[in-house]
């Protein structure tokens, strides 16, 4: 799921200046975790309700952008 939405998130930094960037990666994060919860839900159907998949997407969500920091700072 996160292979469909981060490529359109990072192509919409991308077009960002720097100001209010830390406000704009958090909306947008959040748009994603919303969009990939509806679209596990929808590739589980019965075997995940829509609550496990938006915490499971926020935790992904969360764990790739912490390994996207890591990353850039070494």
Do not use: H
């Not at 406000?23 to 975790?33: A, K, S, Y």
């Not at 929808?42 to 829509?50: D, E, K, N």
Request: charged share 10%; with cysteine.
């Amino acid at each position: 799921v996160n292979l469909f939405t981060q490529p359109a998130l990072w192509f919409s930094i991308q077009e960002l200046n720097t100001a209010g960037y830390g406000l704009f990666v958090f909306i947008f994060e959040l748009i994603v975790c919303i969009i990939e919860a509806i679209l596990l839900k929808l590739a589980l159907r019965r075997s995940m309700i829509y609550d496990d998949a938006l915490i499971l997407s926020i935790l992904m969500n969360t764990a790739s952008y912490f390994l996207g920091l890591l990353l850039t700072i070494q």
